[in-house]
C-alpha cells in the first residue's frame, strides 16, 4: 500500500527541467521533480549517466561500441546487384553463394510456410528464380539482420524479440505504404524500415549497464525518446543509425531514410523513403500488433508527410489495416513446413 501511495505521488509531481552541470553530455537537463523519490531518482540518473556517457561523441559510438553489427559483405552485394540495371537471376545468385551460412539462412526463409511452396529450393538459383530477385534481397536482410536485432536492448527495456518485432514490423508498414504511392521502391522501402532504428543498436550497448533507460528518462521527461537521446547525449539514434549506414556504403536513400525518420521534413532533398519510414513507424507503433521497439510513450507523427506522400485520414486507416495482416503473415517466415 504505502509503494502505491509513494508511486501515485510521483504521478502527481511535474518535473521541471533545470540545469545543474557543467557536463556537456548531459548537463542540459537534471529532472527536479517534487518529492524526495523524484529527486532520488534525479540524482541517481545524474551520477550514474554522467559517470559513463559525459564524454560520449556521436563517432565514439559509430567507431568504439563493442560487438557493432555489420551487414556481410555478401548482403551489400545482393543489395547492390539487384538495384543494377544489368543484373540476372544469376548474377544475384552469385553473390549470395558468396556466403555459405547466409545462403543456408536464406533457404531455409525461401522453404517456410510464409511461401507455402509445393517443392523445396534447394538453390540460390532457384530461390531468385521462383520467388523474385526483390524478394530474395528482402530475405538477405533479414537473415543477416535477424541474429543481432532479435537480442534484448537494455539501454531501451527491450526484451529479446521486442526490437526485432518493431524493425519487421516498420518494414512491412513501409512496403505497404510504398505499395500503395510508389510500387516500384516497395523493397527498397522494406529494407529501409528494417534498418530505420540500427542506431539504437550501438547506444543500447552503452546504455547496458546504467540504472535508468532512454524510454525512462523520455517517459520521465514527457518527450519522445530521439528527443531525450539528444537531451541526455547531444545526439540521437537517427545520426548514429546514419553514420553506421555510411560506414557500411549503403544507398544514400537508406542512410536518409534511418537518418530523418523522426524529423522527414528537415532533410535536404525531398525523399519519398524518409517519409514512407516515418509514417511506417508512427503506424508499426500505434496499430498494436506488436511492440513499440523504444521509441516511447510519444510518437510523433509529421502530417507533412503524410501530405507529401498524398495519404489521407482515409486510405491511412485502410493502408494500417492492410498493414496489421500483412505483418500477422510474416511470422510464418519463422515457422519450417513439416517434412513430407
Ligand atoms: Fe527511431
Ligand atoms: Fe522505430
Request: proline share 4%; charged share 20%.
Amino acid at each position: 500500500m504505502a509503494a502505491l501511495i509513494v508511486w501515485f505521488s510521483t504521478l502527481l509531481t511535474f518535473p521541471r527541467i533545470r540545469t545543474v552541470h557543467n557536463s556537456p553530455a548531459y548537463a542540459k537537463l537534471l529532472v527536479v521533480p517534487f518529492g524526495e523519490h523524484g529527486i532520488r531518482w534525479a540524482v541517481m540518473y545524474a551520477e550514474d549517466t554522467a559517470a559513463a556517457l559525459a564524454q560520449l561523441t556521436l563517432d565514439e559510438v559509430v567507431e568504439k561500441t563493442p560487438d557493432l553489427p555489420a551487414l556481410p559483405a555478401a548482403t551489400l552485394a545482393v543489395m547492390r546487384e539487384s538495384q543494377s540495371a544489368t543484373s540476372t537471376a544469376h548474377s544475384v545468385a552469385r553473390y549470395l553463394s558468396q556466403d555459405q551460412s547466409l545462403t543456408a539462412r536464406v533457404l531455409r526463409l525461401a522453404n517456410s510456410a510464409f511461401y507455402g511452396m509445393q517443392r523445396r529450393i534447394a538453390s540460390p538459383d532457384e530461390a531468385v528464380i521462383i520467388l523474385g530477385m526483390r524478394a530474395v534481397r528482402n530475405l538477405a536482410m533479414i537473415a543477416s539482420t535477424y541474429h543481432w536485432m532479435d537480442k534484448p536492448l537494455r539501454g531501451y527495456a527491450l526484451e529479446p524479440h521486442e526490437f526485432w518485432e518493431h524493425s519487421l514490423s516498420v518494414a512491412v508498414a513501409s512496403q505497404v505504404l510504398a505499395q500503395s504511392v510508389s510500387p516500384g521502391s516497395s523493397d527498397l522501402a522494406f529494407t529501409c524500415g528494417l534498418l530505420h532504428d540500427l542506431g539504437k543498436v550501438a547506444l543500447s550497448a552503452w546504455l547496458e549497464n546504467r540504472s535508468v533507460t532512454l524510454n525512462s528518462v523520455a517517459a520521465r521527461l514527457d518527450l519522445t525518446t530521439d528527443q531525450a537521446e539528444r537531451r541526455v547525449l547531444g545526439f540521437d539514434h537517427q545520426q548514429v543509425g546514419g553514420k553506421l549506414a555510411e560506414k557500411w556504403n549503403l544507398p544514400k536513400v537508406i542512410v536518409e531514410a534511418i537518418s530523418y525518420h523522426h524529423c522527414p521534413s528537415t532533410v535536404e532533398t525531398e525523399s519519398p523513403a524518409v517519409d514512407i519510414v516515418h509514417v511506417a513507424d508512427y503506424m508499426a507503433s500505434t496499430t498494436q500488433v506488436t511492440t513499440h521497439g523504444g521509441e516511447g510513450i510519444h510518437i510523433y507523427l509529421d502530417k507533412a508527410a503524410l501530405d507529401r506522400l498524398m495519404i489521407g485520414d482515409d486510405e491511412m486507416q485502410g493502408l494500417s489495416e492492410e498493414f496489421a495482416v500483412q505483418y500477422e503473415n510474416y511470422e510464418k517466415l519463422f515457422i519450417q513446413p513439416k517434412a513430407a
